[in-house]
């Protein structure tokens, strides 16, 4: 194990993660602010001050030592375009779990980006971090996460049935995991 760990900007072929920057603001407003990106995650559409205080926030959060920890990195094309966020929150130091999660805005979605953000994430946890369990929760009426999932080879660990109040009606969540040995014997 190697906590804590801190952040670093990667590239993958065609997307490349960094940190959120403050000229970042425009784009991700745009993309937190766009209900179609908004209608499977736990918040509402974000204004633009909401939009800056989470950059504020987001753009200092480098290190993951401790339970809660989380970064949330820019997705970026290789010209620097704003594409979306992925989202690394490290669940349990003693379990040596993490929760990856995220978002694209809707011109950037269909294009692979999301599953080379995710597995430039992937990779981080389990060789850097060295990480043993990897989740993601999500809604299960949200095909294209579903699909991201299975592509990354996570399995379908959980089907919890109308266990929350999600947006004013009940609903359920899916929970998806990769092992660190699941993960390297893809790699292999
Ligand atoms: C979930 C989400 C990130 C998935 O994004 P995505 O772009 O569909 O995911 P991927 O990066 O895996 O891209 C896959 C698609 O790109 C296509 N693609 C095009 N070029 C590609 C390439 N060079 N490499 C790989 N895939 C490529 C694939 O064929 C696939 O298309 P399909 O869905 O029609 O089969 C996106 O739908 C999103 O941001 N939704 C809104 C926010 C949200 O709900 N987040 C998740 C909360 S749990």
């Known amino acids: 194990?190697?906590?804590?760990?801190?952040?670093?900007?990667?590239?993958?072929?065609?997307?490349?993660?960094?940190?959120?920057?403050e000229d970042d603001l425009d784009a991700l407003h745009a993309i937190q602010s766009d209900p179609e990106v908004c209608r499977y995650l736990l918040y509402e559409?974000?204004?633009?001050?909401?939009?800056?205080?989470?950059?504020?926030?987001?753009s200092t959060a480098v290190r993951?030592?401790?339970?809660?920890?989380?970064?949330?990195?820019?997705?970026?094309d290789l010209d620097g375009t704003l594409l979306g966020t992925m989202y690394f929150h490290l669940t349990s130091v003693d379990d040596l779990t993490a929760e990856i999660g995220?978002?694209?805005?809707?011109?950037?979605?269909?294009?692979?980006?999301?599953?080379?953000?995710?597995?430039?994430?992937?990779?981080?946890?389990?060789?850097?971090?060295?990480?043993?369990?990897?989740?993601?929760?999500?809604?299960?009426?949200?095909?294209?996460?579903?699909?991201?999932c299975l592509r990354l080879g996570m399995r379908h660990e959980a089907h919890f049935v109308e266990h929350m109040r999600f947006k004013g009606e009940w609903a359920d969540t899916g929970v998806y995991a990769i092992l660190d040995h699941e993960w390297r014997a893809r790699r292999a």
């Open 45 to 58: 559409p974000r204004t633009r001050d909401e939009v800056e205080r989470r950059i504020a926030e987001d």
């Open 102 to 148: 995220w978002l694209l805005g809707t011109p950037h979605q269909g294009r692979g980006h999301a599953r080379e953000a995710a597995e430039l994430v992937l990779e981080q946890a389990f060789d850097e971090v060295g990480l043993h369990r990897v989740y993601a929760e999500l809604d299960p009426r949200n095909a294209a996460s579903v699909a991201l």
């Open 64 to 76: 993951l030592e401790k339970n809660d920890d989380y970064v949330q990195p820019a997705i970026r």
């Open 1 to 21: 194990m190697s906590l804590p760990w801190e952040f670093h900007p990667v590239d993958g072929g065609r997307t490349r993660l960094d940190l959120l920057r």
